[in-house]
C-alpha cells in the first residue's frame, strides 16, 4: 500500500470537484450538522506532496514545511501522511475522527456519488470552527507499522501465518499449548522486485508454505514458495521455486527474487523476514520498509488468479503500472489513507474527491487541532499531491 500548501478562502470557491490526477473509504460516522463555526480564526495552507520518494514535514504551529529533524506535526507524500508519533516519530502527535458531513456514505458505508461530484469546499469549511477537545467520534490513535503482506490472519484471505491461540481449529493441540504461528497456505501474493533490468521488473507469485521451530535452538525456518517472471519474460514460470528464510530472533533474513538467493540483508534483497522477538513479519523493500521499489498486492481468483500453475496470471504484469495497484509497507494510520474507513477522501475515475471529514489532532504538546483535508488538487494549476490543509486550534 502513498500526500497536503499556501491558499486563501477567496480561491476555495475555485476548488471545483473536477479535478484530474490519479491514485482510491467508508464510515458513515457524523454528528448532527454544526453551525455557527468562526472561519476566520481557520488557516488555510496548500502542502507541495508531490515528490514520490521524501515526505513534506509540516507543523500546524508554524503552518509551513519544516525538515525532519524540526518539531512537525504531519508529513505527506503523494496521497498519504504520516504523524510525528506512534511508529512514525516521538512528539506522540495523535488523531481521532470527529466530523463526517452528512450524505457522503449511506448506511453501507458505500460512497455516494452524487454528493462527492456536487461538494464544494466553502460548504464545509464552517464546520471546522465547531469542533471542541471532546467531539472526537473515535479514540485517539497514532501511526502503526503496516506491511503489503499483512501479518497475523484470521480468515483465509489476508495475513501469511495463522495464530493459534486465536485460530485453534488450524492447528494441533501441542502447536496451541506453545502460542505457535502455522503458515496460511490458500493466500498467495504477487510481488515486484524492487529493482528494475532495463526497465524491467521481476515478478513473484508468493505465498508461505512451512513455518518451523527448530528444535535445537530459537531459530525458526519460513519457506516461501512461488512463481516466478523474470524481468526478460511476459509469463511465469510453470515450476515452483522455494526459499527457505532462517531466522533468529530479534534478527532479519532477506531473499532476492532474480537471483533465487538468500542472503544476511546486507546485499539486495527483494522480501525479508524479520524478527523482533519472537515476532514475525514479512517486508518487502520499498516504502516504510527498504529504499527499493518493491510493492505488492494480494491475489485472489476473482481479478488475477492465484492457484493451479504458474501461468494463470492472465495479463503481462510489466504493464500494470498504475499506483493504485501496487501498495508498499507503510508506517500510518487509517486516518492518513484516502482509501481507508476513517480516511480523508475517495478515489473515482481517476480523480481523488475529499469527503470533507474534520479530524481532532492532539500535538503531544498541549495543543488540539480541528483539520481537514478540503483537496488533493493545486488549487490554481489543479496539479496533483497538492493537498489543501485547513485546521484551527480548538479548546
Known amino acids: 500500500m502513498k500526500p497536503i500548501h499556501l491558499t486563501t478562502p477567496a480561491l476555495l470557491a475555485a476548488l471545483l470537484t473536477g479535478f484530474s490526477g490519479c491514485d482510491s473509504d467508508s464510515s458513515d460516522n457524523t454528528t448532527q450538522n454544526p453551525s455557527g463555526g468562526d472561519e476566520s480564526s481557520i488557516t488555510v495552507k496548500t502542502v507541495d506532496a508531490t515528490d514520490y520518494d521524501n515526505y513534506a514535514y509540516f507543523s500546524l504551529a508554524s503552518g509551513a514545511v519544516v525538515t525532519a529533524s524540526d518539531n512537525w506535526d504531519l508529513a505527506f507524500k503523494r496521497t498519504e501522511f504520516i504523524m510525528n508519533g506512534g511508529d512514525s516519530g516521538s512528539k506522540g502527535v495523535k488523531m481521532a475522527l470527529a466530523y463526517t458531513p452528512a450524505g457522503f456514505y449511506d448506511g453501507t458505508d458505500t460512497a455516494v456519488e452524487a454528493t462527492f461530484l456536487s461538494a464544494l469546499p466553502e460548504n464545509y469549511l464552517e464546520i471546522i470552527g465547531t469542533i471542541g477537545t471532546d467531539d472526537n467520534l473515535t479514540a485517539f490513535g497514532s501511526d502503526l507499522f503496516t506491511p503489503t503482506i499483512p501479518t497475523m490472519t484470521t ?81 511465469f514460470g510453470a515450476s515452483t521455486v522455494t526459499a527457505v528464510l532462517n531466522t533468529l530472533p530479534s534478527s532479519e533474513t532477506c531473499y532476492h527474487i532474480a537471483t533465487n538467493t538468500v542472503n544476511d540483508c546486507s546485499g539486495a534483497w527483494d522480501i525479508k523476514h524479520k524478527r523482533i522477538g519472537n515476532s514475525s513479519s514479512l517486508r518487502l523493500n520499498g516504502g516504510a520498509s527498504g529504499t527499493g521499489d518493491a510493492a505488492g498486492s494480494q491475489l485472489d481468483a476473482s481479478d488475477l488468479g492465484k492457484l493451479a500453475s504458474g501461468t494463470d496470471l492472465a495479463a503481462n504484469v510489466q504493464e500494470m503500472t498504475s499506483s493504485y495497484y501496487w501498495t508498499q509497507d507503510v508506517t500510518a494510520s487509517d486516518y492518513g489513507k484516502y482509501s481507508a474507513t476513517y480516511g480523508w477522501g475517495w478515489y473515482k475515475s481517476s480523480k481523488i474527491y475529499p469527503n470533507y471529514r474534520v479530524y481532532l489532532l492532539d500535538d503531544g504538546e498541549g495543543k488540539t487541532y480541528a483539520l481537514q483535508i478540503s483537496s488533493y488538487y493545486h488549487p490554481e494549476t489543479l496539479t496533483s499531491a497538492n493537498i489543501t490543509l485547513r485546521y484551527t486550534e480548538v479548546e
Open 155 to 235: 480468515t483465509e484471505t489476508d495475513g501469511w501465518y495463522y495464530y493459534c491461540g486465536s485460530n485453534p481449529e488450524q492447528c494441533d493441540s501441542a502447536q496451541i499449548a506453545a502460542h505457535k504461528i502455522v503458515p496460511n497456505e490458500d493466500t498467495w501474493y504477487l510481488v515486484r522486485s524492487a529493482e528494475a533490468t532495463d526497465g524491467n521488473y521481476t515478478f513473484a507469485k508468493v505465498h508461505v508454505t512451512g513455518i518451523d521451530y527448530l528444535s535445537s535452538s530459537a531459530e525458526r525456518n519460513v519457506t516461501l514458495e512461488m512463481y516466478v517472471q523474470p524481468g526478460t519474460d511476459s509469463t
